[in-house]
Nanobody, 117 residues
Framework: QVQLVESGGGLVQAGGSLRLSCAASGGTFRTYAMGWFRQAPGKEREFVAAITWSGTTTDYADSVKGRFAISRDNAKNTVYLQMNSLKPEDTAVYYC??????????WGQGTQVTVSS
């Protein structure tokens, strides 16, 4: 059974930084692309960033391009999301997920990120 556990969320002032981590277990992490999503109160979950299994290709939502960076360490079965220049509109619960083809199957429990103005 695949398990994904996010960590690193918290409260930060606008302009600050956070690094989220997603630790995977129970599967062959290094063979899958991974993604980060977020869901703000009253809104639908939205795509944030994705990374291929090798880490050579990344993709970002327009709203975070130039501010966020996704990376992975296959030796540690962990994917990261470095978030810089945070804005109040980045406030959300952030989730990591495993990509299978064009969809995502396993999800973590999420970690709360709150950006104060």
């Amino acid at each position: 059974q695949v398990q994904l556990v996010e960590s690193g969320g918290g409260l930060v002032q606008a302009g600050g930084s956070l690094r989220l981590s997603c630790a995977a277990s129970g599967g062959t992490f290094r063979t899958y692309a991974m993604g980060w999503f977020r869901q703000a109160p009253g809104k639908e979950r939205e795509f944030v960033a994705a990374i291929t299994w090798s880490g050579t290709t990344t993709d970002y939502a327009d709203s975070v391009k130039g501010r966020f960076a996704i990376s992975r360490d296959n030796a540690k079965n962990t994917v990261y999301l470095q978030m810089n220049s945070l804005k109040p509109e980045d406030t959300a619960v952030y989730y990591c997920s495993r990509r299978v083809g064009d969809s995502y199957d396993y999800w973590g429990q999420g970690t709360q990120v709150t950006v104060s103005s």
